[in-house]
């Protein structure tokens, strides 16, 4: 069974930085693309960042390019989300994701964790 965990959540005011991890148990976690999405209040889950197993390639969302990074230590089973000058628009439940590829499509994940609350005030 595969669990994914995340921390670093909080709230920040515009213009200030977070990072969020996930710890993933499970002995394959090197295997598996990993991805970043959010959701705000009313809104669809929509794709933030994801990494290659490797941590060769990554890929961002045009919203949050240049202001967050996503990275992965496959020593420590964990995945991370540097976010920079965030914006209130950035507020949302920020969920990490594991798959047997990275993707930019919701529905190609099959492990979820539970999300972690990031607020961005004005």
């Known amino acids: 069974q595969v669990q994914l965990v995340e921390s670093g959540g909080g709230l920040v005011q515009a213009g200030g930085s977070l990072r969020l991890s996930c710890a993933v148990s499970?002995?394959?976690?090197?295997?598996?693309?990993m991805g970043w999405f959010r959701q705000a209040p009313g809104q669809e889950r929509e794709f933030v960042a994801a990494?290659?197993?490797?941590?060769?390639?990554?890929y961002y969302a045009d919203s949050v390019k240049g202001r967050f990074t996503i990275a992965r230590d496959n020593a420590k089973n964990t995945v991370y989300l540097q976010m920079n000058s965030l914006k209130p628009e950035d507020t949302a439940v920020y969920y990490c994701?594991?798959?047997?590829?990275?993707?930019?499509?919701?529905?190609?994940?099959?492990?979820w964790g539970q999300g972690t609350q990031v607020t961005v005030s004005s």
């Open positions: 499970g002995p394959t976690f090197h295997s598996y693309g």
């Open positions: 990494i290659r197993w490797s941590g060769s390639n990554t």
């Open positions: 994701t594991a798959g047997s590829l990275e993707s930019l499509t919701v529905g190609e994940y099959d492990y």
